[in-house]
């Protein structure tokens, strides 16, 4: 009775074992590309473009592109919002400086530019994918879809920037940053003042 399932560990089956071993590999390789912010977004162009390619020459599958286009519109402004808005709530964390004499605070974004990137590359990766199946090629007035989506966008970025205006933040590095007082060689100001 002793050798009856007693003393045998159980044995883990090849599939999951699989599956877990090409999960880590992919995550090891994604977690590689972290520094190499440049070369990951020619990358996603380098998919949009094959994506643009693949409607282009089906000439269809223009709900999936509308969709697509909505979803990255909501993307695109989670990673232009702050991560606390200081219109909805008043937060002990990090906020943004409202005055010239509040303390600096940096800007931390809702979506970081990492997940952006991934999300926004998974998205054209799936519908890529979805341009095989006609199930998704729906027919519609593209034209339609393109104004409507144009209008969206023009409504949602003016009141982003309206909102950034009025918080007083940019959500892009833009520049060279420089920190602490400017040094003057002759004492006089460059602009005039």
Not at 15 to 29: A, K, V
Not at 48 to 70: D, E, K, N, P, T
Not at 114 to 136: N, P, Q
Request: aromatic share 18%.
């Amino acid at each position: 009775m002793e050798g009856i399932g007693g003393d045998r560990a159980p044995v883990a089956s090849p599939l999951p074992q699989w599956g877990h071993d090409t999960w880590r590999m992919y995550q090891y390789y994604l977690d590689k590309t972290t520094p190499h912010t440049t070369y990951r977004w020619i990358g996603t162009l380098v998919i949009a473009a094959i994506y643009c390619l693949r409607v282009y020459s089906v000439q269809g599958f223009y709900i999936v592109s509308y969709g697509l286009g909505i979803y990255l519109l909501n993307l695109l402004i989670g990673f232009l919002s702050p991560l606390v808005d200081p219109e909805l709530e008043i937060s002990d964390g990090p906020l943004l400086p409202t005055k010239g004499s509040d303390e600096f605070k940096p800007f931390i974004r809702r979506l970081p530019e990492f997940k952006f990137w991934y999300s926004m590359t998974k998205a054209f990766c799936i519908a890529f994918v979805m341009t095989f199946f006609s199930l998704f090629d729906v027919p519609v007035f593209w034209p339609i879809l393109l104004c409507y989506w144009i209008v969206l966008f023009v409504l949602t970025m003016r009141r982003q920037i309206a909102h950034m205006i009025k918080y007083k933040y940019i959500p892009l590095n833009i520049g060279k940053q420089y920190t602490g007082k400017k040094a003057s060689t002759s004492g006089s100001s460059l602009c005039g003042d």
